[in-house]
């Protein structure tokens, strides 16, 4: 079975920029989690969807925003993009959303805004 | 607030050597703990998991006891490979926070042959 997969790879945007990442979970999860891994530091919650609605929302400002497809995959938005903005975004898809249910991760996507 | 806290890295060891992670973390009530390991160039590979108070998580010779009096999860392998060279994430989730996953800072573990 495929595993949770994200697009583009790699991407570079200039400041006040909009991106947009997409990701596609494992067949059958209905969840997909977004989180910020800025070099050297631990990954930090942006959003979580389930079954498309929005779950929960990690401390970040309205620039960044997610939408969840009837398929489960999701898109996350950044707007005015920011050099801070600069980091992997990982997507991760689980079953269900709760307390026990275990997350895949996907490969990440570099963004580098210059 | 909630929160992991790791032992500082990077972490440099002869292979076959004992390796200890330390983890420490705050929360209220009883969080699921977590061991994540990235490659270089790679996203976040669960490594092993505990639910409950005393549970010990396992997987490929690492483990971790969930200790609730300490409020720690240490990771511990008996003989460490090159092949284990990455950074370790300690991570938890609260029970009324869905998916949210609190993740430490990250250990970086160097295996010298």
């Known amino acids: 079975d495929a595993g949770v997969t994200q697009s583009p790879t790699h991407l570079i945007k200039t400041r006040g920029q909009q991106v947009t990442l997409r990701c596609s979970p494992i067949?059958?999860?209905?969840?997909v989690s977004w989180y910020q891994q800025v070099l050297g530091q631990g990954p930090q919650f942006i959003f979580q969807y389930y079954e498309k609605e929005e779950r929960g929302r990690g401390n970040f400002p309205d620039r960044f925003s997610a939408r969840q497809f009837p398929n489960y995959s999701s898109e996350l938005n950044v707007n005015a993009l920011l050099l801070g903005d600069s980091a992997l975004y990982l997507c991760?898809?689980?079953?269900?959303?709760?307390?026990?249910?275990?997350?895949?991760f996907g490969p990440g996507t570099r963004l580098t805004v210059t | 607030g909630n929160s992991v806290t790791q032992m500082e890295g990077p972490v440099t060891l002869s292979e076959e050597a004992f390796l200890t992670i330390n983890c420490t973390y705050t929360a209220t009530g009883y969080p699921s703990l977590f061991w994540y390991v990235q490659y270089p160039g790679e996203g976040l590979q669960l490594l092993l998991k505990a639910t409950k108070a005393d549970d010990k998580g396992s997987n490929k010779g690492f483990e971790a006891t969930y200790r609730k009096e300490t409020t720690s999860f240490h990771l511990e392998k008996g003989s460490v490979q090159v092949s284990d060279s990455a950074v370790y994430f300690c991570a938890l989730r609260k029970s009324n926070q869905g998916g949210k996953l609190i993740f430490g800072q990250g250990t970086e573990l160097s295996v010298k042959p």
């Open positions: 067949s059958g999860h209905k969840s």
């Open positions: 991760a898809s689980s079953l269900v959303s709760g307390r026990g249910d275990e997350q895949y």
